[in-house]
């Protein structure tokens, strides 16, 4: 247990940035969906940004996990499920202002209606995994 609390403070300063950042916000995600603010595009921008940096330099670097594991990049075939993936989830963010990350955070501030959205995205992920194999490739 005392090896997971590395990842419960990360976890913890990862929702803090979320919500001074104002990325949990309901509000700061319908002014994206709506093309009312720039806010939430360069925060993503930023993000893919970083992202590409970083599978950059581990493709050009030998680094490891915590455990020392080596970290492996396996590239990655495009499927039309990808579209209708992205256009669910895209869906599901409009509506109820919320994405996986984000959804502790708003969890943590309080916002109990959240909740509802929290068991739902539970729901789907084991639904998913139960159905994963029967799906086409």
Excluded: N
Excluded at 11 to 39: L, N, P, T, Y
Excluded at 44 to 50: E, F, K, M, P
Excluded at 63 to 88: A, C, E, M, Q
């Amino acid at each position: 247990m005392r090896g997971h609390l590395r990842y419960l403070f990360v976890g913890m300063m990862f929702g803090v940035v979320f919500v001074k950042a104002e990325i949990v916000s309901w509000f700061r995600i319908q002014e994206m969906f709506r093309f009312d603010s720039f806010h939430m595009y360069g925060v993503i921008g930023s993000a893919v940004a970083v992202g590409m940096a970083s599978v950059w330099l581990i493709r050009r670097v030998p680094i490891t996990t915590l455990s020392g594991d080596p970290i492996v990049i396996r590239p990655k075939r495009f499927t039309p499920g990808v579209v209708y993936g992205g256009l669910l989830f895209g869906t599901g963010w409009a509506l109820t202002g919320a994405c996986p990350g984000p959804l502790f955070a708003q969890v943590g501030m309080g916002y109990g209606a959240i909740l509802v959205t929290l068991l739902g995205a539970t729901a789907g992920t084991w639904v998913y995994g139960a159905m994963e194999r029967h799906l086409p490739r």
